[in-house]
Nanobody
């Protein structure tokens, strides 16, 4: 069973940048991957998704133009580059994987999840 470990979270001021990493314990070339976030008292929401080969990328409207998802299947790593962070981006960020690739920003698409990494943006 593939295990996912996120890293790269932290505290940053509004306008700053962070890059999150998700390292998988096995090859993920046949998994679509997603980044999700969950703020206290809110539902988990899809932020970015990427297809198995990286040719299809999807973003939530709230992060379009600011966040970029990418992957390196040879290294079993997925990244989320987050630029111009806003206080509304404060949340726990989760990496997810699935072999059944449907809607990349939907929680139910994914059956494998990491433990999360906290991102806090202060204004």
């Amino acid at each position: 069973r593939v295990q996912l470990v996120e890293s790269g979270g932290g505290s940053v001021q509004a306008g700053g940048n962070l890059t999150l990493s998700c390292v998988a314990s096995e090859f993920i070339f046949d998994y679509c991957m997603g980044w999700f976030r969950q703020a206290p008292g809110k539902e988990r929401e899809g932020v970015a998704g990427i297809s198995t080969g990286g040719g299809r990328k999807t973003y939530a409207d709230s992060v379009k133009g600011r966040f970029t998802v990418s992957r390196d299947n040879a290294k079993s790593v997925v990244w989320l580059q987050m630029n111009r962070l806003q206080s509304e981006d404060t949340a726990m960020y989760y990496c997810a994987a699935s072999r059944q690739c449907g809607r990349l920003l939907t929680v139910d698409t994914y059956n494998l999840w990491g433990q999360g990494t906290q991102v806090t943006v202060s204004s």
